[in-house]
């Protein structure tokens, strides 16, 4: 038990880690429910980048808004179209990166978790209903957004938690629970949970 002089010290010190730890509570989805949740799924290649801003709540938020030329849909609506190829935009809140006061201090972006998506990247997308102010992420944030990664033997899809819980509590599939899989793997699973 702690003394009445050392509790005041406890105290500020406890506040004082506290006030400087920063997390986001996420809930985890799994396969279905991430299908479940998204506006669009599909798999894409970014063939354009650029940063910008979106006015909302009387201010400026930064903003990226990635184009995507679609190699596979599972799910929704694709308006831009040249000939047989269809492209999607998707912007989502940009962030400014972290950053140190000259006294030390971190500061931390709102929006680290929001996944950053490379030119040129392949990626399997599950992405939300574009808001009033037309921003959009990933469904689950990093857990919607399958990076493709080709070993030269074959394609494997893995998103920012190492696939973790993707499969969890879905009957009738032999697929890990994590780790990486075949994007041939990821694509069956999508087309059969959303054909249920």
Do not use: C, W
């Not at 492209?87 to 940009?94: C, L």
């Not at 696939?163 to 879905?170: F, I, Q, S």
């Amino acid at each position: 038990m702690l003394s009445r002089a050392l509790r005041p010290a406890v105290a500020v010190v406890v506040l004082t880690l506290a006030s400087s730890v920063q997390a986001t509570m996420l809930m985890q989805f799994n396969l279905k429910e991430l299908a479940a949740h998204a506006d669009r799924v599909f798999r894409g290649r970014v063939v354009g980048v650029e940063t910008g801003t979106v006015h909302a709540g009387g201010g400026e938020l930064p903003s990226i808004t990635y184009r995507l030329k679609v190699d596979e849909s599972f799910k929704g609506a694709y308006a831009v179209t040249k000939g047989d190829t269809s492209y999607v935009e998707i912007r989502m809140v940009g962030a400014k990166s972290d950053s140190t006061t000259p006294e030390g201090q971190r500061h931390f972006t709102a929006f680290r978790e929001v996944p950053r998506l490379e030119m040129n990247g392949e990626y399997v997308l599950f992405t939300t209903r574009p808001s009033s102010v037309g921003l959009s992420t990933t469904v689950g944030l990093g857990q919607g957004a399958f990076r493709i990664v080709d070993t030269g033997k074959n394609e494997e899809a893995v998103n920012a938690f190492n696939n973790v819980g993707l499969m969890r509590g879905l009957a009738r599939t032999s697929l890990p629970d994590s780790g990486p899989i075949s994007y041939p793997q990821l694509a069956n699973a999508i087309r059969n949970l959303l054909s249920e």
